[in-house]
């Protein structure tokens, strides 16, 4: 292989007898270049090296690709003014998990297969050893603590599932107990869900428990031992974002659906549903608001293949939920409610046409 010097560093001349080594001057450290010496395809001619600057190539490079890639016209300037929303980025970010077309059926019958492997069986159980009132209070407070460190919705109803999943394999349950789970189960929710779970003394300080953190960390090893240490069971939430995906839906449509499956926690009797029924109906329920009245031909065929519910098999959770929903509007409890009154969320609980279709439904 033919050895290539960029400099000449010694050069043996012999004076009295003597070796000569003669340096050539190197410059500081602060004056050398980003050079690159390459070989030039003519060296054997000339004998030499090209000295290439790097930051002339870049930007060489880079100006022929944006040559390259900038579109003309006033299509062009309305893709730039989209790209630049942080909403919309933000949207198309968080729109990318589990909507990949070639694993999304794969990934969604799984999810389908998770939800029939762990069910939730005993709601008159929980609902006689809790009391209904006691589940809208509770619900009503995880609500306030979602909003106030600004949870995802997947969070908030993984904590009223582990809750659920808990209770139900309990004897017999004090307040305390209670506390204590559902403390737990927000705590656990968070660590799954969130990309910053929050501080145990955090959580005790907003929900101004006299509880311990001790008694919160046994709490949450005792869940997890019962779950079997399962907490990948889905949530209404998942199955939401693919049919409204499905569905073509606007924003308007999608905060209607989630308000609908946050509103289906409140009550025991929807307990035993499976999230992807009750993510079906809210959707429906969603669909037939924004028609205004109740049509079955909503739920399309589209609907059908992907969801894989007709919509026979939707109506007895939509009459549940319509009930519930009533229910809920003449509570005191309205942190729901006040959630999604927010302009982020178009104020679908005051929506007209909302107690059209619930009025329909209910009978």
């Not at 033919?2 to 190197?26: A, H, M, S």
């Not at 509770?138 to 949870?151: G, P, Q, S």
């Not at 509570?331 to 909302?354: G, Q, T």
Request: proline share 3%; hydrophobic share 35%.
């Amino acid at each position: 292989m033919q050895r290539f010097k960029v400099y000449k560093d010694v050069e043996n001349d012999i004076t009295d007898g003597k070796p000569l080594q003669r340096y050539r001057k190197r410059q500081a450290l602060g004056e050398i270049k980003n050079t690159i010496i390459t070989r030039s395809k003519y060296s054997e001619i000339n004998e030499g090296f090209k000295r290439i600057r790097i930051e002339d190539e870049v930007k060489q490079e880079s100006r022929r690709t944006t040559l390259r890639k900038k579109a003309t016209g006033k299509r062009a300037e309305i893709e730039d003014e989209t790209n630049k929303s942080p909403l919309i980025r933000r949207r198309r970010r968080l729109s990318s998990l589990f909507r990949v077309s070639e694993y999304a059926n794969d990934i969604y019958k799984y999810l389908q297969r998770i939800e029939d492997k762990y069910p939730i069986m005993n709601s008159e159980k929980m609902e006689n050893m809790v009391g209904e009132d006691t589940r809208f209070a509770l619900v009503d407070c995880l609500v306030e603590i979602n909003e106030h460190f600004k949870f995802v919705h997947e969070t908030l109803q993984l904590s009223v599932s582990i809750i659920d999943r808990c209770v139900q394999e309990q004897a017999s349950l004090t307040r305390k107990g209670l506390e204590l789970i559902a403390l737990a189960a927000v705590f656990i929710a968070s660590k799954y869900e969130e990309l910053v779970p929050i501080e145990i003394s955090d959580l005790l300080q907003v929900c101004g428990s006299l509880s311990s953190t001790e008694e919160v960390l046994q709490t949450e090893m005792k869940i997890v031992t019962e779950v079997q240490c399962s907490l990948g069971r889905p949530v209404p939430a998942h199955f939401v974002r693919r049919y409204c995906k499905v569905a073509q839906a606007n924003s308007v449509l999608q905060s209607c659906a989630f308000y609908l499956t946050d509103v289906a926690l409140m009550s025991y009797k929807l307990c035993y549903f499976k999230p992807s029924i009750i993510a079906a109906t809210s959707l429906f329920i969603a669909l037939c608001v924004s028609n205004g009245a109740v049509d079955q031909r909503l739920w399309n065929p589209t609907l059908i293949k992907y969801s894989t519910y007709e919509i026979e098999d939707l109506e007895d959770c939509a009459k549940v939920l319509a009930k519930c929903l009533k229910r809920t509007k003449s509570s005191s409890f309205r942190a729901i409610e006040k959630k999604y009154s927010k302009p982020m969320f178009f104020d679908v609980p005051h929506n007209p046409n909302l107690q059209t279709v619930l009025e329909a439904l209910a009978m």
